[in-house]
């Protein structure tokens, strides 16, 4: 015998062949027995029937003593057909869509194979029928304690997977909170980002106003390192809202597909506007005639399209060929 996994079991193995010995020992006690039972029958004579063949004995007063005949008509009359309906507890079983009904089914089936051995009991009815009678009855109660089990272990695994469903909405709620949170935060940390490079950059076009080329370069590298230490404490304060930032690893392709498309939109939109902010700067420096061209590969600016920020909004007559593939 092997197990589930297909792995042989040496107890199991020698537990089996030690029952199937049992039982053929045991079947063939009783059907030697049985043999024996119908080999008696046979040998024990028989005696004559015909109820005109009496002899002496049976005569009382001249007159033939019809006894013994009238028993064998009245045995006759008893000898009626035992209607057995053998789709009774069928039904019941098929009808059985819970456990407990299944039990209900199993007491049905075995109030009828009592009630066929009553019949038996009874010696009444025919032999041969009350034998299949019985034979279905009690395949009947076998099938039913099979659907009763099979019902129990479905119960459980409906059980247990709706247990499991409702604690994975419940993580899941948890996590999803906890994202928002995280997500809110970081949406924090890049505001303040752009506002240390937004007065980075408007403090060189003031500075740019006021002072020649050469202070200005010189006033330049300090400019640069206005906020930096603010933005590296941004930058580490965000790589822990990333490291707090939690996803299911079982999660189905499709959610995996989703997760994909989002990261990606997030890592496309903070490019985007890292291209705009530029751009924009460069045609305004370009427009006030602070530089000639703008050096960068070709933009097209119908495809630089921000949700909140607007090509148009930029007042340059500039003839300006962009076209920068994001």
Not at 211 to 235: H, Q, S, V, Y
Not at 250 to 269: G, N
Not at 291 to 302: F, H, K, L, T
């Amino acid at each position: 015998m092997t197990g589930i996994n297909g792995i042989s079991d040496p107890f199991l193995q020698k537990y089996n062949s030690d029952l199937a010995a049992n039982m053929s020992e045991q079947k063939a006690k009783q059907s030697q027995h049985m043999r024996e039972l119908l080999r008696n029958l046979k040998q024990t004579p028989v005696q004559n029937e015909n109820p005109y063949s009496a002899m002496s004995k049976d005569k009382a007063g001249g007159f033939l003593d019809l006894t013994e005949t009238r028993e064998s008509e009245k045995e006759d009359k008893d000898d009626i057909p035992y209607n057995y309906n053998f789709k009774e507890v069928e039904g019941r079983i098929q009808r059985a869509k819970t456990s407990a009904s299944a039990g209900q089914a199993v007491a049905s089936a075995r109030r009828k194979v009592l009630e066929v051995r009553r019949k038996m009991a009874s010696s009444k009815g025919n032999a041969e029928e009350l034998q299949l009678a019985l034979t279905h009855a009690r395949r009947m109660e076998m099938v039913a304690k099979k659907k009763k089990h099979h019902l129990e272990l479905e119960e459980i695994a409906q059980t247990v997977r709706e247990r499991d469903e409702k604690l994975e909405k419940q993580e899941q709620a948890v996590v999803d909170m906890k994202n928002s949170v995280v997500s809110a935060s970081e949406e924090q940390i890049i505001k303040k980002q752009d506002e240390i490079f937004d007065e980075r950059q408007e403090m060189i076009t003031e500075a740019a106003e006021q002072m020649n080329e050469e202070m200005l370069k010189d006033l330049n590298e300090k400019i640069a390192e206005f906020g930096e230490d603010e933005l590296r404490e941004l930058e580490e304060a965000m790589e822990m809202l990333e490291n707090m930032e939690m996803i299911d690893p079982h999660m189905t392709k499709e959610d995996l597909e989703e997760l994909k498309r989002k990261h990606r939109a997030s890592e496309q939109k903070a490019m985007m506007k890292a291209d705009m902010d530029y751009l924009k700067g460069m045609i305004k420096l370009q427009s006030a005639g602070h530089i000639s061209s703008i050096s960068s590969p070709s933009i097209s600016v119908a495809s630089l399209s921000m949700p909140s920020t607007s090509m148009s909004s930029v007042s340059a007559p500039v003839s300006v060929s962009i076209d920068v593939q994001v």
